[in-house]
């Protein structure tokens, strides 16, 4: 099992940055991929970004390419979404996810969940 908790969500202004962390804890951090989806209010959750067991590779939505990255440190059992340039329109709770085979865009895929975190952007 994998217990995810995510950090670093709040309320900022159009055009701030923050940085979401999802830490890991259970067993070993070091063979999950992880993903991040969000979640608006009366939509359905939605593919963010992933990032591969090695993170090597990633992948991005492209509402939010070029502007968030995602990164792992594994000695740290934690991953960071850096959200640049934020839009009222990446208002959503952010949900991290994490799973031992797969890697990829459908959150029905991922085994293991964080509760999730809130991030507001104003205009």
């Known amino acids: 099992q994998v217990q995810l908790v995510e950090s670093g969500g709040g309320l900022v202004q159009a055009g701030d940055s923050l940085r979401l962390s999802c830490t890991a804890s259970g067993r070993t951090f070091g063979p999950y991929a992880y993903g991040w989806f969000r979640q608006a209010p009366g939509k359905d959750r939605e593919f963010v970004a992933d990032?591969?067991?090695?993170?090597?590779?990633?992948d991005y939505a492209d509402s939010v390419k070029g502007r968030f990255t995602l990164s792992r440190d594994n000695p740290k059992n934690t991953v960071y979404l850096q959200m640049n340039n934020l839009k009222p329109e990446d208002t959503a709770v952010y949900y991290c996810a994490a799973d031992g085979d797969y890697f990829g865009s459908l959150y029905w895929e991922y085994d293991y969940w964080g509760q999730g975190i809130q991030v507001t952007v104003s205009s």
């Open positions: 990032i591969s067991k090695s993170g090597g590779s990633s």
